[in-house]
């Protein structure tokens, strides 16, 4: 079946810092993915998606392109921030797997000291 | 606009016991999701739900059911709870299966049992 693969972390960067979680995926069809993000006694949160290959996603500063060919959608930011200390979650949905068609990574947990 | 809300945040019980965790959605969401997220095993889908009277079980059912009786509330039943249960458990609603559909989050319950 589907599955995604991403570093577990925890990873601990200074500010500043540049940042990457590596996302990996297994999808027989042509899957969106997507990063969520879960800030500390939160529920999780959407970050970004991608719908199809080559589709290059982005909010806050955050970034992660669709690759098909090395089947990855790894999150990257340039200059990470304090406030960014959080745990990050890849995922993919496949429409043809009717209602339970997410499927999560363990999550990321990056920790950013000043 | 709420989005999606659960009651109550935290629980504590006794093995045994029985409790009801209720999720609400005001986005006239189709589906609805109910996981668990326990440490260093990503979230887990329990049950979830295609429409209003409608429930199926996911990943991991055993030892909990749900209703759906109104489109806008999802519940999650505990008959006769167990330690194995202590987790965090979130609710989800997405507006249609297109691989594209963001599932959104709620704050989550922390339930303990004893």
């Known amino acids: 079946g589907d599955s995604v693969t991403q570093m577990e972390g925890p990873v601990t960067l200074s500010e500043e810092a540049f940042l990457t979680i590596n996302c990996t995926y297994t999808a027989t069809g042509y899957p969106s993915l997507f990063w969520y993000v879960q800030y500390p006694g939160e529920g999780l949160q959407l970050l970004l998606k991608?719908?199809?290959?080559?589709d290059k996603g982005s909010n806050k500063g955050f970034e992660a392109t669709y690759r098909k060919e090395t089947t990855s959608f790894h999150l990257e930011k340039g200059s990470v921030q304090v406030s960014d200390s959080a745990v990050y979650f890849c995922?993919?949905?496949?429409?043809?797997?009717?209602?339970?068609?997410?499927?999560f990574g363990p999550g990321t947990r990056l920790s950013v000291l000043p | 606009n709420a989005g999606v809300t659960q009651t109550p945040k935290f629980r504590v019980l006794k093995t045994g016991q029985s409790m009801t965790l209720l999720c609400a959605q005001d986005m006239n969401h189709e589906y609805m999701y109910w996981y668990r997220q326990d440490p260093g095993m990503g979230l887990r889908l329990i049950h979830y739900s295609v429409g209003e009277g409608t429930t199926a079980k996911g990943e991991v059912p055993d030892g909990y059911n749900v209703s759906r009786l109104k489109k806008q509330n999802f519940l999650l039943g505990l008959e006769s709870a167990a330690p194995s249960q202590t987790s965090v458990y979130f609710c989800?609603?997405?507006?249609?299966?297109?691989?594209?559909?963001?599932?959104?989050f709620g704050p989550g319950t922390r339930l303990t049992v004893l």
């Open positions: 989800a609603s997405r507006p249609g299966l297109a691989s594209a559909d963001t599932q959104y």
């Open positions: 991608a719908t199809k290959a080559d």
């Open positions: 995922a993919l949905s496949d429409h043809r797997n009717y209602g339970q068609n997410f499927v």
